[in-house]
């Protein structure tokens, strides 16, 4: 069986990666954090990758022959770089014992979309605009990548807004909202974004991670479903699958609670809803996935059917 690492296998994407290996591939997950899913226990290596000697023993122990690197620091409540160390020291440190694996075919590192902010379409691969300290840690990634290149086939991933089994805030607070009939649209300010199944993240990432990608000019794939999702239609078909429905609140009144929300910050409290998050929730971001769907041209989930296995995995994990 192929060997395939997985650094931060216990978080959101990288449990329902591991979960699709098991059946095909020996794993490992490397993570500091114990895994969401206790059935993932036993692939499952504690390490914390910004200190070298014990993440290089343990990769090179297991020696792989794939890598998917999503171990990172992924909240937006960082104040500087330094908050950020898994994201720049990890990559470095992953970046110099990958050079040292015999039979590494392929390694795929994860960065953000937050590289540039939401509405921001970037020119190349290059172009970076980052408004948050997380985005500018994924930029601080991608160019230690670029500046230490793998000896062996590699691509940078940019997940979008992804969501389904596993997750966490904020798309499970959406759903959960949804849930229990205290969301609301917000006046006619519905947005329409790249949001991504989580299913069909997991059939990019391996199509991704099985495909040539030696082409220099083409390094960076957009992790998302195509076309882009408008909000308002997303959260009526969650509520029509729960049999409810979604009302609409004024704008102005959810533009004083997301004040509210900016003040109870400054207070290290936290709010359902903030200028930042309410910026996001009404601002466009459709994302160019060309590149990803010459690659992996037929996710297998529609979202219907994304809304349908995450409703029943919130029921059966609550």
Known sequence: MMKILITGASGF?????????LSNAEVLNIDINEPRNKEHIKYWKKIDIKYFKNFEIAV?????EYIVHLAARTDLDGSDLNDYSSNTDGVKNLMVI???????KKIIITSSMLVCHGGYYPKDQFDYAPTTMYGESKVETEKIVWANKPLCDWAILRPTSIWGPWFDVPYKNFFDLVMSKKYFHIGNKGCTKTYGYVGNAVYQIEKILFSETKDENNKVFFIGDNPATNIEEWGNEIASELGSKIFKMPYLLV???ALFGDFLKLFGMHFPITSFRLHNMTTDNKIDLTKTFEIAPNPPFTRVQGVKKTIEWLKSHN
């Not at 994407?13 to 290996?21: C, K, R």
């Not at 090179?60 to 792989?64: C, D, R, T």
């Open 60 to 64: 090179k122990e297991f020696n792989p």
């Open 255 to 257: 533009k004083i609670a």
């Open 98 to 104: 990958v050079k040292e694996l015999p039979n590494l």
């Open 13 to 21: 994407i990288g449990t329902n990666i591991l979960e699709y290996f």
